[in-house]
T-cell receptor, first 111, second 112 residues
Framework: ELKVEQNPLFLSMQEGKNYTIYCNYS?????LYWYRQDPGKSLESLFV?????AVKQEGRLMASLDTKARLSTLHITAAVHDLSATYFC???????????FGTGTSLTVIP | KAGVTQTPRYLIKTRGQQVTLSCSPI?????VSWYQQTPGQGLQFLFE???????NKGNFPGRFSGRQFSNSRSEMNVSTLELGDSALYLC???????????FGQGTRLTVV
């Protein structure tokens, strides 16, 4: 079974700082997704990464994919309080729309 | 464009009862997948339907079942509810195979 690991599980950072969340997965896949979840809410799609070397940026967030290393990163630049949420990566298995989710990273940005 | 609609949003059931949850995907999307989210197990895949056919099934007991109708709406059913079934159940809508998932607001099920 495909395994997806995220680290760190918890991240507390000061406003204005930079940090990276890591997502490792166990078998070959060219499709990786990042989602955000606010407390009590559903999952909001952030990025869709569909090939090796893919890099996408939206505001203070940038995601990249290295399929050879089976690694994706979500980089946060100059964090602001509004970015506080739980972030999940998910890998698409080869058998259709079956996503394998990481454990999530709970991010708290402190003023 | 309407998003993914899940009903009901909240449910409280008693152990041993059964429950049916509903999901209406984005118009034009033909695939629906279901996930269970709990603090202990995280997000786990339940099953996926495409054109009324179950294509994938996660590692859940047979008490969990689902179906998809010709208009792509999907339902999932849990019979003989257990306390451990308390969770947020999320439905995702996909345009087709191996495509991005758009999630509904979820149904919060509490089993007492």
């Amino acid at each position: 079974e495909l395994k997806v690991e995220q680290n760190p599980l918890f991240l507390s950072m000061q406003e204005g700082k930079n940090y990276t969340i890591y997502c490792n997965y166990s078998t070959t896949s060219d499709r990786l997704y990042w989602y955000r979840q606010d407390p009590g809410k559903s999952l909001e799609s952030l990025f869709v990464l569909l090939s090796n070397g893919a890099v996408k940026q939206e505001g203070r967030l940038m995601a990249s994919l290295d399929t050879k290393a089976r690694l994706s990163t979500l980089h946060i630049t100059a964090a602001v309080h509004d970015l506080s949420a739980t972030y999940f990566c998910a890998v698409d298995g080869w058998t259709g729309n079956q996503f394998y989710f990481g454990t999530g990273t709970s991010l708290t940005v402190i003023p | 464009k309407a998003g993914v609609t899940q009903t009901p949003r909240y449910l409280i059931k008693t152990r041993g009862q059964q429950v049916t949850l509903s999901c209406s995907p984005i118009s034009g999307h033909r695939s629906v997948s279901w996930y269970q989210q709990t603090p202990g197990q995280g997000l786990q895949f339940l099953f996926e339907y495409f054109s009324e056919t179950q294509r994938n099934k996660g590692n859940f007991p047979g008490r969990f079942s689902g179906r998809q109708f010709s208009n792509s709406r999907s339902e999932m059913n849990v019979s003989t509810l257990e306390l451990g079934d308390s969770a947020l159940y999320l439905c995702a809508s996909h345009m087709g195979p191996n495509t991005e998932a758009f999630f509904g607001q979820g149904t919060r099920l509490t089993v007492v």
